[in-house]
């Protein structure tokens, strides 16, 4: 009898389901799950006062396109505002520690009131 419920909870232990994250707790869906997440109180909303200030380049594009097919949104390209702008960079080795075949595809995000800076190892 005791072997049923011990086997049941045992099967839960070995689950290959990882834990939740801090990121899922605070009720957000990230994929890929970063490497690193340092979390800060308070959130961040955006609306259609943020912009895009980027090189001209398909990321920007791309980035624009799933805001509006994804969120509702309509953001415009930045016209040299400092408040409300998503800042999309390419600068060689940004995020290090990243395996070789996906290094190219790493990038850091950091999110602050007013501010969303995007910094990726490379174009991909």
Do not use: C
Not at 15 to 26: A, G, M
């Amino acid at each position: 009898m005791l072997f049923f419920p011990l086997a049941f909870l045992l099967s839960f232990a070995a689950s290959p389901e990882p834990p939740p994250t801090d990121l899922f707790l605070r009720g957000h869906a990230v994929i890929p799950t970063p490497q690193k997440v340092t979390l800060a109180p308070g959130d961040v909303h955006l609306d259609e006062s943020w912009t895009i200030d980027s090189p001209p380049g398909a990321a920007a594009r791309a980035l624009a396109a799933d805001f509006r097919e994804f969120q509702s949104l309509d953001l415009k390209p930045s016209s040299g505002a400092t408040r409300n702008t998503i800042l999309l960079r390419v600068r060689d080795g940004a995020v290090g520690g990243a395996p070789a075949e996906t290094r190219a595809q790493a990038y850091r995000l950091q999110i602050a009131p007013g501010r969303i800076e995007i910094t990726g190892n490379g174009d991909a």
